[in-house]
């Protein structure tokens, strides 16, 4: 299987997909202290992107940052339980890919108030 980045993010308050909910990636060169961009996208109705973050010809070994927009997402649904201002804004994962080979998913399980994240295949 050739290597390749994904995501999928769950609004488990709701337990639907997180329809379109933006996100960025990030590579973050060791000590550099920045980031540089790499790609933007909006999940669908499924809470996947479109396309993958990264396909198997820009696979590449090293550290990276997805940033999703958590409180623009329920801002946007009209989240009643959301605190001013919100409790998450915008959820930063930083994780490493190690074998750009591999199949690496990144998926986010979200509410207002907490979020969890693993490493899929």
């Known amino acids: 299987m050739p ?6 993010v769950l609004d488990t ?3 639907k997909p997180a329809q379109g909910m933006r996100l960025t990636l990030y590579k973050a060169p060791p000590g550099s202290g ?3 961009l790499v790609k933007q996208a ?5 809470g996947r992107t479109d396309e993958l973050l990264l396909g198997p010809d820009e696979m590449e070994k090293g550290v990276y ?23 998450l804004d ?3 994962l930083r994780f490493a890919i190690s074998d750009p080979q591999a199949g690496y998913h ?6 207002p108030w907490s979020y969890s994240t693993y490493r899929g295949s």
């Open 3 to 8: 290597g390749k980045l994904s995501t999928h």
């Open 13 to 15: 308050a709701t337990g």
């Open 34 to 36: 920045k980031l540089d």
């Open 42 to 46: 909006i999940t669908n109705a499924d």
């Open 65 to 87: 940052e997805l940033h999703f927009e958590v409180s623009v997402y329920f801002t946007e649904k009209g989240e009643p339980e959301q605190s001013d201002p919100p409790f």
């Open 90 to 92: 915008v959820v930063p």
């Open 106 to 111: 990144v998926p986010l399980l979200v509410t």
